[in-house]
Nanobody, 120 residues
Framework: QVQLVESGGGLVQPGGSLRLSCAAT????????MGWYRRAPGKQRELVAA???????NYADSVKGRITISRDDAKNTVYLQMNRLKPEDTATYYC??????????????WGQGTQVTVSS
């Protein structure tokens, strides 16, 4: 079973930056597409950014130009570099990975969530 361990959340002022990390640990055959989602209080979970094994990326319109997703396959880690943060970016951020286990069964794994608060 894979575990996704997130880090890097916190409190930042508007206009500031944060970098989130998510490392996949445990036993698995491969990690395929990875992504970050967020859920703000009173709102539904939404996709922030996603990245394929080939490096293709997809972003929510609200974060384009401010947030960059990347991955390091040697470390089974996905990153989310967030710049020019706004109060509306305040949310719990969740890492997601499409995992193929050692039985070649694919499933979605989720991290425990990391809080990002943008406030002065």
């Amino acid at each position: 079973q894979v575990q996704l361990v997130e880090s890097g959340g916190g409190l930042v002022q508007p206009g500031g930056s944060l970098r989130l990390s998510c490392a996949a640990t445990g036993s698995f055959f491969s990690i395929n597409d990875m992504g970050w989602y967020r859920r703000a209080p009173g709102k539904q979970r939404e996709l922030v950014a996603a990245i394929t094994t080939g490096g293709s990326t997809n972003y929510a319109d609200s974060v384009k130009g401010r947030i960059t997703i990347s991955r390091d396959d040697a470390k089974n880690t996905v990153y989310l570099q967030m710049n020019r943060l706004k109060p509306e970016d305040t949310a719990t951020y969740y890492c997601n990975a499409r995992v193929e286990n050692n039985h070649r069964v694919r499933y979605d794994a989720w991290g425990q969530g990391t809080q990002v608060t943008v406030s002065s």
